[in-house]
């Protein structure tokens, strides 16, 4: 592996901690995706693939459903997921009556067409439901990839939303295994060192919304303050619960993930788990004590018996 | 309906969206779900090729429940005027109307489709709607057929399904409430695509949907300006403005006007061949134009039009001179027709400009094989498309056909690069007939130039090749004004010799010739450059004193330097000061309707346009599509023509009667109403008539080269329709170079429903095949339940969708689906039927 | 629980090895894969992996058995020297330099292993609590030092240095005094290896949190083999031997007790270090880890410390084919801990569930 351009500069200036004075605070941005707006179009995909100069994915059909992206990537940082969850009303070939001929037959026997006013009837959603939704980093308030990265390459910015300066990370791969959600990825195709959302940083700097904010049709993608977005949120899924979208739920808006929310948050309109996303995932820094302590507590007895054996006579 | 809104338009779906979040109810009937779907409250699968049940059971059902809106369908449609005594209705004829000729394959005589009249031409009419005759009780008949049962034996959609849509689409319409429909080609694509889109303005007639806030029919246009390319039209059958090219010899097919009391001026016709000639400016004036209504202006609107052409030769012989200088059309010229003689060798040469027949038109296969018969032919394009490319690159698909044999090819290729939309400047007219206009960002790369500065400088060599030439055909070329060069080329463009798109924008607009308040005696002559704007098309005049190229855009370029299409305020309830829309910058047309016969808005809640008793004027959000100062109460007098024929309650202007046509008595080549006929490839006969596909439509079912499955044939048991993805744009080749797009649909699939997946052994992401009489092609298996087996004919039928945004070009290759596609073509505007076909599929790879 | 699974699994551990490997797997995760009711209840997306998988590979694998070893050996010799007779020297001589041997490789694979090697140093820029992978890095820098400088005056106090001036001040230095620290850090690089793989997301790691107590107890066990394994060779009091295998002894129940306690601790999610589907990893554990790497030779000493009490004879080719067993049981334990990672990480439902708290 050669050593780079001014390397050496670089890490004794590292050594000697030549770290630019923190910026100051400014409000808490971020994401809120509302999935319940998504029409799948990929406009966020690409248009951030643009923004960032982001290599395109080989082509490949995986044939699930229209995702053929597959999952986000260190050259992917917004990825649509489509999930079919399509009943049968018909039960097409075998020439047996299907249940809505059956209930068919039935109105006819009582000779009745349903003068119901159906068009009030009509749900928020129809029975059939494609979901779609637009993953991307979470942008956790208690990050665990920053917490694991040994450089401090990962940062919360002065917008509180989670980068990583990719001239730091040496690419030890700690964040990889870190991110309970199966973000950040390690370049091993290009530079080597780690990559995800940065939240359009270099555009937030500029008071300019992140590219696939700015490109989502429907503003299912929606930036802003975290505060707000998340009370936007809570509105969001009273509205769609009051029309009868039981299922809507919403995913990082509370404190609960990483103790501390998502300042990248969602509306989902299934449990976690359709969408990969974890329903409680644990904070991997939370380990460091316990799986200290029991160490601490094998060696002691270790050292104890060693002691014993050895001093004994 | 007939769209796929949220993949094809998905910044114009964007507000259905929001309008749904407001309370809107949105439905989707489509044969496939889709995107849209997923988005809609209602999602109801129906059959390909149904829609005019479906429609026309919905109309049945207004009708019979008294679901319409009675006083704007009295006042405004013409359900209560009486239709002549010899009609017959296919009621009668078991799917013909009257008039139809079976060896002409059309209806040669369609006088019998009338209103009645009274000595001086006036329709008569029954405000009662109670005369069997008039058009209401008309409908009643026609549409006793369209029963729900139909649409669950013909759409094989259950009838609680189709219920809903009904009365949702009946309790959102009202004084209160308006609705609006979607459609692109879904609808448009097939052989009886025009009276689909029929049924569903009557739909919103009966409703009192037209011309008010929240209403009307939208017709989602496909390319970005492909709106703009019918305006100021790349048709072979309209001049500008949608004053019809002027034709030799018009079909041999007498008009209403024949009629006593015709509505229009009489007209000359050749006696022994029965055949209208245009051969005048008169005679075109009296055929196309109208006596009655807004199509009075015909005269002033054509006059203005050939200066802008001409130029001063225009106003020789009162423009018959130049008239005669406009090449008269003899036939169907349109692309698919030309397609045809182009295979017979009747075409030697061909520009293609921004088109790729190889890939994107129907029966594509066919369309490569007719252009190895040109001579030569020039691709302008930002690619070497599929079309520029087959002569050397095409792959053999099927066993029928091995790769091309370039040796054997004799057509001559002069691939032209283009520039694209960012590297040049001028307008897009979108769906809502809003004109935008567009800045250029960067130079064109190389050799790029813009289609203007081809199309211009083209003009310019010509003229100097013909220059000085006596033949009467050359004086066409020789004598157009062609003067649209920069004073100055654009700064900092290494470009030196782009045209003024400024200076077209004005000729459309249009100028005085004269000064307007030219005093006798002195009459100066401007010329394009120096003339003064005319503020809009009110002020065009038919003796020559005004050039307009396109009278409906007349007032997007009122003035120097006020080039309304660019300007972008966003304020105001209906956006006037952001672009322009034709005619006049109004956002809803016959917006008249929005208010009652008084003149009143019909609700509070929808407002829109209205007479203000004070001003004694109509105002309100939009501009008021109707005479500014003609109240309410106004009546015509008798014998009265042009405008003042028509009464303050009419506010369909453009209509001889100002009313809006339930039935329409003209101007349709396939019957005065909408009525049910198969695809020309179905897996049942018509359960409505014993006529099977429309009468009128053009088969060309001789050629070898476009055959057709037969009724219910077994081979070709399946039904087929095909449509666009979001990730891809049509044949493909302006999103299949670009990898971040290929990656995202890398591969043509094809999407079918588990139970035939079942039936024929085909596992999901497999390869299948797909054969029709045309050709056969590959594609990977999406095994879905958004494709689902319906019910009808009492049988199960099975139904695919294919996307079509392969090819051979670009980095992402694939089968082409139109190879499938046959050409039969619907009879008003000679368009494809991609919709819905039949076709046949087996597990496996093509060799 | 195990009640009504023990006999099942006893039942079913008959002839061919899978269903060995099946059995004790359900034995000690107490967990049976059931297929089809996790397929139709427990949602996935399209099972695509929820988490990324490590970049770490081989590097890693040998760098935790090295470091534990520097680490191990450090202590033992320690311990050796601090509280040990005069003979048990051989043990801190032998221990000090083989710490030192054994930490050599230590760096250049743990920098081999970045993705941006010529950035390593850019790991000295923080001090990260949080991190196990920071600590780790300081860990290792200190210990090296203490390593070294002890390796250092046990050479020189064994003359390997000569007989100059800067020998005898080195050999003059408080040698056990430095070790005091320099054993904690020992501790520490021996165990924090399976405190660093805990503080993950990935769930064969994460779940039980016992992985470091393991680690610690296979870096003495491990150690104690390699001393007595280079003593043997280079001959040392039997008296000495068996207090270095008594501690191995403990060490490896110790390790046992541990590594029972992390499958059952771990569940489900531990299916990829015990199962015997392809990408599982049951065959090599059960064998070589488990099977020869530590029950097997705990029973012989468990018979040897039995009988050696009374006959103090050594039995040195036993003694080194054991010593080897554990070794390579040592190396083999984190290798398919590290490898049965990726599986882990790319078990959709099992992350998911896993998060499921
Ligand atoms: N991303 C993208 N956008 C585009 C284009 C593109 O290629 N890609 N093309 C542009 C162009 S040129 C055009 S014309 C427009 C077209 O816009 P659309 O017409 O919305 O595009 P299609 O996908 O052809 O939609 C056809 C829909 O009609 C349905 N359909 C098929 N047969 C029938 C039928 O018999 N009845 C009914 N009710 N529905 C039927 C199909 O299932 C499909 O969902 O899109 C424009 N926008
Ligand atoms: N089976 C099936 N077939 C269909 C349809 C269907 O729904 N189903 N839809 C039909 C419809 S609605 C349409 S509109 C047609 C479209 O069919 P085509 O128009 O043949 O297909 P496009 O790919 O849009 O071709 C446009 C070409 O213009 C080029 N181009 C883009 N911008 C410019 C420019 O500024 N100047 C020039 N000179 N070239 C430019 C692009 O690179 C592209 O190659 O396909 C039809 N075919
Ligand atoms: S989602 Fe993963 S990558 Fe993003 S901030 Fe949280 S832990 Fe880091
Ligand atoms: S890979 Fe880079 S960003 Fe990730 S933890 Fe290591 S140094 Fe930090
Ligand atoms: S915020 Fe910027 S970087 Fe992050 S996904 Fe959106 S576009 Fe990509
Ligand atoms: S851009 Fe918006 S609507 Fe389109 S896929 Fe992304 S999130 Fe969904
Ligand atoms: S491609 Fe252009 S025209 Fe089509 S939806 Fe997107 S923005 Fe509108
Ligand atoms: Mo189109």
């Given at each position: 592996?050669?050593?780079?351009?001014?390397?050496?500069?670089?890490?004794?200036?590292?050594?000697?901690?030549?770290?630019?004075?923190?910026?100051?605070?400014?409000?808490?941005?971020?994401?809120?995706?509302?999935?319940?707006?998504?029409?799948?179009?990929?406009?966020?995909?690409?248009?951030?693939?643009?923004?960032?100069?982001?290599?395109?994915?080989?082509?490949?059909?995986?044939?699930?459903?229209?995702?053929?992206?597959?999952?986000?990537?260190?050259?992917?940082?917004?990825?649509?997921?489509?999930?079919?969850?399509?009943?049968?009303?018909?039960?097409?070939?075998?020439?047996?009556?299907?249940?809505?001929?059956?209930?068919?037959?039935?109105?006819?026997?009582?000779?009745?067409?349903?003068?119901?006013?159906?068009?009030?009837?009509?749900?928020?959603?129809?029975?059939?439901?494609?979901?779609?939704?637009?993953?991307?980093?979470?942008?956790?308030?208690?990050?665990?990839?920053?917490?694991?990265?040994?450089?401090?390459?990962?940062?919360?910015?002065?917008?509180?939303?989670?980068?990583?300066?990719?001239?730091?990370?040496?690419?030890?791969?700690?964040?990889?295994?870190?991110?309970?959600?199966?973000?950040?990825?390690?370049?091993?195709?290009?530079?080597?060192?780690?990559?995800?959302?940065?939240?359009?940083?270099?555009?937030?700097?500029?008071?300019?919304?992140?590219?696939?904010?700015?490109?989502?049709?429907?503003?299912?993608?929606?930036?802003?303050?975290?505060?707000?977005?998340?009370?936007?949120?809570?509105?969001?899924?009273?509205?769609?619960?009051?029309?009868?979208?039981?299922?809507?739920?919403?995913?990082?808006?509370?404190?609960?993930?990483?103790?501390?929310?998502?300042?990248?948050?969602?509306?989902?309109?299934?449990?976690?788990?359709?969408?990969?996303?974890?329903?409680?995932?644990?904070?991997?820094?939370?380990?460091?004590?316990?799986?200290?302590?029991?160490?601490?507590?094998?060696?002691?007895?270790?050292?104890?018996?060693?002691?014993?054996?050895?001093?004994?006579? | 309906?007939?769209?796929n809104?949220?993949?094809?338009?998905?910044?114009?779906?964007?507000?259905?969206?929001?309008?749904?979040?407001?309370?809107?109810?949105?439905?989707?009937?489509?044969p496939h779900?889709s995107?849209?779907?997923?988005?809609?409250?209602?999602?109801?699968?129906?059959?390909a090729?149904?829609?005019?049940?479906?429609?026309?059971?919905?109309?049945?059902?207004?009708?019979?429940?008294?679901?319409?809106?009675?006083?704007?369908?009295?006042?405004?449609?013409?359900?209560?005027?009486?239709?002549?005594?010899?009609?017959?209705?296919?009621?009668?004829?078991?799917?013909?109307?009257?008039?139809?000729?079976?060896?002409?394959?059309?209806?040669?005589?369609?006088?019998?489709?009338?209103?009645?009249?009274?000595?001086?031409?006036?329709?008569?009419?029954?405000?009662?709607?109670?005369?069997?005759?008039?058009?209401?009780?008309?409908?009643?008949?026609?549409?006793?057929?369209?029963?729900?049962?139909?649409?669950?034996?013909?759409?094989?959609?259950?009838?609680?399904?189709?219920?809903?849509?009904?009365?949702?689409?009946?309790?959102?319409?009202?004084?209160?409430?308006?609705?609006?429909?979607?459609?692109?080609?879904?609808?448009?694509q097939?052989?009886?695509?025009?009276?689909?889109?029929?049924?569903?303005?009557?739909?919103?007639?009966?409703?009192?949907?037209?011309?008010?806030?929240?209403?009307?029919?939208?017709?989602?246009?496909?390319?970005?300006?492909?709106?703009?390319?019918?305006?100021?039209?790349?048709?072979?059958?309209?001049?500008?403005?949608?004053?019809?090219?002027?034709?030799?010899?018009?079909?041999?097919?007498?008009?209403?006007?024949?009629?006593?009391?015709?509505?229009?001026?009489?007209?000359?016709?050749?006696?022994?061949?029965?055949?209208?000639?245009?051969?005048?400016?008169?005679?075109?004036?009296?055929?196309?134009?109208?006596?009655?209504?807004?199509?009075?202006?015909?005269?002033?609107?054509?006059?203005?039009?050939?200066?802008?052409?001409?130029?001063?030769?225009?106003?020789?012989?009162?423009?018959?001179?130049?008239?005669?200088?406009?090449?008269?059309?003899?036939?169907?010229?349109?692309?698919?027709?030309?397609?045809?003689?182009?295979?017979?060798?009747?075409?030697?040469?061909?520009?293609?400009?921004?088109?790729?027949?190889?890939a994107?038109?129907s029966?594509s296969?066919?369309?490569?094989?007719?252009?190895?018969?040109?001579?030569?032919?020039?691709?302008?394009?930002?690619?070497?498309?599929?079309?520029?490319?087959?002569?050397?690159?095409?792959?053999?698909?099927?066993?029928?056909?091995?790769?091309?044999?370039?040796?054997?090819?004799?057509?001559?290729?002069?691939?032209?690069?283009?520039?694209?939309?960012?590297?040049?400047?001028?307008?897009?007219?979108?769906?809502?007939?809003?004109?935008?206009?567009?800045?250029?960002?960067?130079?064109?790369?190389?050799?790029?130039?813009?289609?203007?500065?081809?199309?211009?400088?083209?003009?310019?060599?010509?003229?100097?090749?013909?220059?000085?030439?006596?033949?009467?055909?050359?004086?066409?070329?020789?004598?157009?004004?062609?003067?649209?060069?920069?004073?100055?080329?654009?700064?900092?463009?290494?470009?030196?010799?782009?045209?003024?798109?400024?200076?077209?924008?004005?000729?459309?607009?249009?100028?005085?010739?004269?000064?307007?308040?030219?005093?006798?005696?002195?009459?100066?002559?401007?010329?394009?450059?120096?003339?003064?704007?005319?503020?809009?098309?009110?002020?065009?005049?038919?003796?020559?004193?005004?050039?307009?190229?396109?009278?409906?855009?007349?007032?997007?370029?009122?003035?120097?330097?006020?080039?309304?299409?660019?300007?972008?305020?966003?304020?105001?309830?209906?956006?006037?000061?952001?672009?322009?829309?034709?005619?006049?910058?109004?956002?809803?047309?016959?917006?008249?309707?929005?208010?009652?016969?008084?003149?009143?808005?019909?609700?509070?809640?929808?407002?829109?346009?209205?007479?203000?008793?004070?001003?004694?004027?109509?105002?309100?959000?939009?501009?008021?599509?109707?005479?500014?100062?003609?109240?309410?109460?106004?009546?015509?007098?008798?014998?009265?023509?042009?405008?003042?024929?028509?009464?303050?309650?009419?506010?369909?202007?453009?209509?001889?009667?100002?009313?809006?046509?339930?039935?329409?008595?003209?101007?349709?080549?396939?019957?005065?109403?909408?009525?049910?006929?198969?695809?020309?490839?179905?897996?049942?006969?018509?359960?409505?008539?014993?006529?099977?596909?429309?009468?009128?439509?053009?088969?060309?079912?001789?050629?070898?080269?476009?055959?057709?499955?037969?009724?219910?044939?077994?081979?070709?048991?399946i039904v087929i329709t095909t449509y666009r993805l979001?990730?891809h744009?049509v044949s493909g080749?302006?999103?299949?170079?670009?990898?971040?797009?290929?990656?995202?649909q890398?591969s043509l699939f094809a999407e079918i429903s588990?139970?035939l997946?079942?039936?024929?052994?085909?596992?999901?992401?497999?390869w299948l095949i797909i054969n029709t009489?045309r050709g056969e092609i590959e594609a990977r298996a999406m095994v879905t339940?958004r494709m689902?087996?319906?019910?009808?004919?009492?049988?199960?039928?099975h139904q695919i969708g294919l996307p079509f945004h392969w090819g051979?070009?670009?980095?992402?290759?694939g089968s082409i689906t139109n190879d499938l596609a046959?050409?039969?073509?619907?009879?008003?505007?000679?368009?494809?039927?991609a919709k819905a076909f039949t076709c046949n599929i087996?597990?496996?790879?093509?060799? | 629980?195990?009640?009504?699974?023990?006999?099942?699994?006893?039942?079913?551990?008959?002839?061919?090895?899978?269903?060995?490997?099946?059995?004790?797997?359900?034995?000690?995760?107490?967990?049976?894969?059931?297929?089809?009711?996790?397929?139709?209840?427990?949602?996935?997306?399209?099972?695509?992996?929820?988490?990324?998988?490590?970049?770490?590979?081989?590097?890693?694998?040998?760098?935790?058995?090295?470091?534990?070893?520097?680490?191990?050996?450090?202590?033992?010799?320690?311990?050796?020297?601090?509280?040990?007779?005069?003979?048990?020297?051989?043990?801190?001589?032998?221990?000090?330099?083989?710490?030192?041997?054994?930490?050599?490789?230590?760096?250049?694979?743990?920098?081999?292993?970045?993705?941006?090697?010529?950035?390593?140093?850019?790991?000295?820029?923080?001090?990260?609590?949080?991190?196990?992978?920071?600590?780790?890095?300081?860990?290792?820098?200190?210990?090296?030092?203490?390593?070294?400088?002890?390796?250092?005056?046990?050479?020189?106090?064994?003359?390997?240095?000569?007989?100059?001036?800067?020998?005898?001040?080195?050999?003059?230095?408080?040698?056990?005094?430095?070790?005091?620290?320099?054993?904690?850090?020992?501790?520490?690089?021996?165990?924090?290896?399976?405190?660093?793989?805990?503080?993950?997301?990935?769930?064969?790691?994460?779940?039980?949190?016992?992985?470091?107590?393991?680690?610690?107890?296979?870096?003495?066990?491990?150690?104690?083999?390699?001393?007595?394994?280079?003593?043997?060779?280079?001959?040392?009091?039997?008296?000495?031997?068996?207090?270095?295998?008594?501690?191995?002894?403990?060490?490896?129940?110790?390790?046992?007790?541990?590594?029972?306690?992390?499958?059952?601790?771990?569940?489900?999610?531990?299916?990829?270090?015990?199962?015997?589907?392809?990408?599982?990893?049951?065959?090599?554990?059960?064998?070589?880890?488990?099977?020869?790497?530590?029950?097997?030779?705990?029973?012989?000493?468990?018979?040897?410390?039995?009988?050696?009490?009374?006959?103090?004879?050594?039995?040195?080719?036993?003694?080194?084919?054991?010593?080897?067993?554990?070794?390579?049981?040592?190396?083999?334990?984190?290798?398919?801990?590290?490898?049965?990672?990726?599986?882990?990480?790319?078990?959709?439902?099992?992350?998911?569930?896993?998060?499921?708290?």
């Amino acid at each position: 592996m050669a050593i780079e351009q001014g390397s050496l500069q670089s890490m004794i200036g590292a050594l000697v901690g030549n770290k630019t004075p923190p910026l100051p605070q400014q409000t808490a941005m971020g994401f809120f995706t509302d999935t319940s707006l998504c029409i799948g179009c990929k406009a966020c995909e690409v248009a951030c693939k643009q923004w960032n100069q982001l290599p395109a994915d080989e082509m490949h059909w995986t044939g699930s459903s229209y995702d053929n992206t597959g999952a986000l990537s260190p050259t992917t940082w917004r990825h649509v997921q489509f999930i079919e969850h399509i009943g049968r009303r018909e039960n097409g070939s075998n020439g047996q009556p299907s249940p809505i001929d059956a209930r068919i037959a039935h109105a006819r026997g009582e000779g009745l067409i349903p003068f119901t006013p159906p068009g009030t009837a009509l749900p928020f959603f129809n029975t059939d439901r494609w979901l779609m939704h637009s993953d991307v980093c979470k942008h956790c308030v208690h990050a665990p990839c920053q917490e694991a990265c040994p450089t401090g390459a990962i940062i919360h910015t002065e917008f509180n939303t989670v980068y990583v300066q990719q001239d730091i990370c040496n690419g030890c791969g700690y964040c990889v295994v870190a991110c309970p959600f199966g973000v950040i990825a390690r370049d091993d195709g290009g530079d080597f060192t780690a990559h995800k959302c940065t939240l359009c940083y270099d555009r937030m700097k500029d008071g300019i919304e992140p590219a696939c904010a700015k490109a989502c049709p429907t503003d299912s993608i929606q930036f802003g303050e975290v505060a707000k977005l998340k009370e936007h949120a809570r509105e969001r899924l009273g509205f769609l619960q009051a029309r009868g979208v039981k299922e809507a739920r919403l995913y990082g808006v509370d404190d609960a993930i990483l103790e501390g929310g998502l300042n990248s948050s969602f509306l989902l309109l299934d449990e976690p788990e359709v969408y990969n996303l974890p329903a409680n995932p644990a904070r991997p820094s939370n380990n460091v004590a316990p799986a200290s302590l029991w160490t601490i507590l094998a060696a002691m007895i270790l050292g104890l018996f060693g002691i014993i054996f050895f001093r004994e006579d | 309906m007939g769209s796929n809104m949220a993949e094809a338009h998905p910044i114009a779906f964007a507000s259905v969206v929001k309008a749904k979040e407001q309370g809107a109810k949105v439905m989707h009937v489509d044969p496939h779900y889709s995107r849209t779907s997923a988005l809609a409250n209602l999602y109801v699968p129906t059959r390909a090729g149904g829609d005019i049940v479906f429609l026309g059971a919905i109309i049945r059902h207004i009708l019979e429940n008294n679901g319409y809106f009675h006083d704007y369908v009295v006042n405004y449609t013409n359900a209560a005027t009486l239709v002549r005594e010899d009609f017959k209705d296919t009621e009668e004829l078991d799917g013909l109307f009257s008039g139809y000729e079976a060896d002409a394959e059309t209806y040669t005589d369609q006088s019998t489709w009338d209103y009645e009249r009274d000595k001086d031409g006036r329709p008569l009419s029954d405000p009662t709607l109670q005369n069997p005759r008039c058009v209401f009780q008309i409908m009643r008949r026609h549409f006793a057929r369209y029963t729900p049962e139909m649409v669950e034996e013909v759409c094989g959609v259950p009838r609680e399904q189709w219920l809903q849509v009904a009365q949702t689409l009946i309790e959102n319409s009202g004084r209160e409430r308006t609705s609006a429909i979607c459609y692109a080609v879904g609808w448009t694509q097939q052989s009886k695509g025009v009276q689909i889109i029929r049924s569903a303005a009557i739909i919103q007639l009966l409703l009192g949907n037209i011309g008010r806030t929240g209403g009307g029919i939208m017709a989602l246009r496909g390319h970005a300006s492909i709106q703009g390319s019918t305006d100021i039209p790349t048709l072979y059958d309209l001049l500008s403005g949608y004053l019809p090219q002027p034709s030799a010899l018009l079909t041999a097919v007498p008009h209403a006007e024949q009629s006593p009391g015709a509505t229009t001026w009489s007209q000359t016709r050749d006696a022994k061949t029965n055949i209208l000639s245009q051969q005048t400016l008169q005679d075109y004036i009296n055929s196309s134009g109208q006596k009655l209504g807004w199509w009075s202006n015909t005269p002033a609107y054509m006059r203005s039009f050939l200066h802008a052409w001409y130029g001063d030769a225009a106003n020789e012989e009162d423009g018959n001179c130049s008239y005669r200088l406009i090449p008269k059309i003899t036939g169907d010229h349109s692309h698919l027709v030309t397609s045809y003689q182009m295979l017979d060798g009747k075409v030697k040469g061909y520009l293609l400009i921004g088109q790729n027949p190889a890939a994107g038109s129907s029966n594509s296969r066919m369309q490569r094989k007719a252009l190895e018969q040109l001579d030569w032919m020039v691709v302008r394009d930002l690619y070497e498309v599929e079309s520029a490319a087959f002569w050397y690159k095409q792959p053999g698909y099927g066993p029928d056909s091995s790769p091309v044999d370039s040796s054997k090819i004799k057509t001559e290729i002069f691939l032209m690069p283009a520039a694209a939309t960012t590297e040049k400047e001028g307008t897009f007219t979108n769906t809502q007939r809003m004109l935008q206009w567009r800045d250029k960002a960067v130079d064109p790369p190389g050799d790029a130039r813009s289609d203007l500065w081809f199309v211009y400088h083209l003009g310019k060599r010509l003229q100097e090749l013909y220059a000085g030439s006596k033949q009467w055909r050359d004086q066409g070329l020789l004598s157009l004004t062609w003067d649209y060069a920069s004073e100055k080329p654009e700064e900092g463009s290494r470009i030196v010799d782009e045209p003024d798109a400024l200076l077209v924008l004005k000729e459309i607009n249009g100028y005085y010739v004269h000064p307007p308040d030219a005093k006798e005696g002195e009459k100066k002559t401007y010329t394009l450059r120096d003339a003064p704007h005319v503020p809009g098309y009110a002020v065009l005049k038919d003796d020559g004193s005004t050039a307009c190229g396109s009278w409906i855009y007349s007032g997007v370029y009122p003035a120097p330097g006020k080039n309304l299409a660019a300007s972008r305020n966003p304020e105001g309830r209906t956006f006037l000061g952001w672009g322009y829309s034709w005619p006049a910058n109004r956002r809803i047309l016959y917006n008249r309707a929005s208010a009652d016969p008084e003149g009143k808005p019909w609700s509070e809640r929808k407002k829109y346009v209205w007479w203000d008793e004070t001003e004694k004027k109509w105002t309100g959000y939009d501009v008021p599509d109707f005479m500014l100062n003609r109240p309410p109460s106004f009546r015509p007098k008798p014998g009265a023509v042009g405008m003042d024929a028509h009464s303050g309650t009419d506010p369909f202007i453009m209509k001889p009667d100002g009313k809006g046509w339930l039935f329409a008595p003209k101007g349709l080549k396939d019957g005065p109403l909408p009525t049910h006929y198969e695809p020309a490839e179905s897996p049942m006969h018509n359960a409505l008539y014993r006529q099977q596909s429309n009468p009128a439509a053009k088969y060309f079912r001789k050629r070898p080269d476009n055959v057709l499955a037969a009724v219910g044939d077994e081979q070709y048991p399946i039904v087929i329709t095909t449509y666009r993805l979001t990730e891809h744009h049509v044949s493909g080749q302006m999103t299949r170079w670009l990898p971040w797009l290929n990656s995202l649909q890398p591969s043509l699939f094809a999407e079918i429903s588990p139970e035939l997946a079942g039936e024929r052994h085909i596992r999901h992401g497999e390869w299948l095949i797909i054969n029709t009489p045309r050709g056969e092609i590959e594609a990977r298996a999406m095994v879905t339940r958004r494709m689902r087996p319906l019910r009808v004919g009492g049988r199960v039928v099975h139904q695919i969708g294919l996307p079509f945004h392969w090819g051979f070009q670009g980095k992402s290759k694939g089968s082409i689906t139109n190879d499938l596609a046959h050409m039969v073509l619907e009879p008003n505007v000679s368009i494809e039927e991609a919709k819905a076909f039949t076709c046949n599929i087996r597990p496996g790879r093509l060799p | 629980m195990e009640q009504n699974r023990l006999p099942l699994a006893i039942r079913e551990s008959v002839s061919s090895p899978e269903n060995v490997i099946e059995g004790l797997a359900a034995l000690t995760t107490g967990y049976r894969p059931e297929p089809e009711r996790e397929l139709a209840e427990e949602p996935s997306y399209y099972d695509y992996p929820a988490i990324k998988q490590p970049t770490w590979r081989w590097e890693i694998t040998w760098y935790f058995f090295f470091g534990g070893l520097a680490g191990g050996c450090y202590v033992i010799a320690s311990i050796a020297s601090l509280f040990g007779s005069k003979e048990d020297r051989a043990v801190a001589r032998a221990g000090y330099y083989l710490s030192l041997l054994a930490l050599l490789p230590c760096p250049p694979l743990l920098i081999k292993d970045l993705g941006r090697p010529e950035r390593f140093l850019h790991m000295l820029r923080m001090f990260k609590v949080q991190s196990p992978m920071s600590m780790g890095t300081w860990g290792l820098v200190s210990f090296s030092l203490f390593s070294g400088l002890t390796a250092v005056i046990q050479g020189a106090r064994d003359g390997i240095l000569g007989r100059w001036w800067g020998a005898r001040l080195l050999a003059g230095l408080p040698q056990r005094l430095i070790a005091l620290p320099g054993a904690v850090l020992g501790v520490f690089l021996g165990g924090y290896t399976g405190v660093l793989l805990t503080a993950t997301s990935v769930p064969l790691w994460s779940r039980s949190k016992v992985l470091g107590g393991v680690f610690i107890s296979s870096a003495v066990s491990t150690s104690s083999a390699l001393i007595s394994l280079a003593l043997r060779i280079a001959g040392a009091p039997a008296h000495t031997l068996h207090k270095l295998e008594r501690l191995e002894w403990t060490a490896i129940l110790l390790e046992m007790t541990g590594l029972l306690t992390f499958l059952r601790g771990t569940g489900r999610a531990a299916r990829p270090l015990v199962g015997s589907a392809p990408a599982e990893h049951g065959r090599a554990f059960w064998s070589v880890v488990f099977g020869s790497g530590l029950f097997l030779p705990w029973l012989v000493q468990s018979f040897s410390l039995l009988s050696g009490r009374r006959k103090n004879k050594k039995n040195n080719a036993r003694g080194i084919v054991m010593s080897l067993l554990v070794l390579a049981g040592g190396y083999f334990l984190r290798r398919t801990m590290v490898e049965a990672g990726h599986t882990s990480s790319k078990d959709a439902r099992t992350t998911l569930w896993n998060a499921r708290r």
